[in-house]
């Protein structure tokens, strides 16, 4: 049986040994203290979220997500993380995180939900099933370099 609920401070553990999944899986490396600053605002804020999901009562799954707003739409919801063990994976777990997050949001008046992933990701199959893909989107993130020329004003 499967089942999603907000996480609890008892499931530290558990949620850490995921997170540090997700993070070998995208080849990102966090210190100690980002584990624990991120548990910290999952439990303690309002806008910052965490579920976990589980089968037969063991974690199996995880997401994270947080409301904003938006300029020109309703609030929206960005689904910043999620992650299910490669053994339980192809279950119709993820679906069922990602309609969860996506009920949960709209109940709290943020109806627009999205995520990135990575081109190549194999969720990317699930992906394009439950969710819209918008060709010729492309992701920027500002980088910030003593090398880098900027106009100055």
């Known amino acids: ?3 999603i609920n907000f996480l609890a401070e008892s499931d530290r553990a558990c949620w850490e040994l995921l997170a540090r999944g997700k993070d070998t899986y995208f080849k990102v490396e966090r210190s ?5 600053r991120t548990w910290r605002r999952l439990l303690d804020d309002e806008q910052i979220r965490g579920i976990a999901a ?3 009562g063991r974690m199996v799954g995880i997401a994270h997500y947080l409301f904003h707003a938006s300029v020109w739409y309703a609030g929206k919801c960005y689904l910043a993380d999620l992650f299910v063990d490669a053994e339980v994976r192809r279950r119709g777990i993820a679906t069922a995180v ?5 009920r ?7 109806p627009g939900l999205y995520w990135n992933t ?3 990701a ?3 199959a699930l992906y394009d099933k439950v969710g819209k893909f918008h060709k010729g989107l492309i992701h920027y993130a500002y980088r910030r370099d003593a090398d880098q ?3 100055r004003r």
């Open 122 to 124: 194999p969720a990317r």
């Open 32 to 36: 100690d203290d980002d584990y624990e």
């Open 104 to 110: 949960d949001a709209k109940e709290h008046g943020f």
């Open 1 to 3: 049986m499967m089942e």
């Open 149 to 151: 020329t900027s106009t």
């Open 54 to 56: 589980r089968l037969d």
């Open 118 to 120: 990575l081109e190549d």
């Open 98 to 102: 990602i309609e969860w997050v996506a």
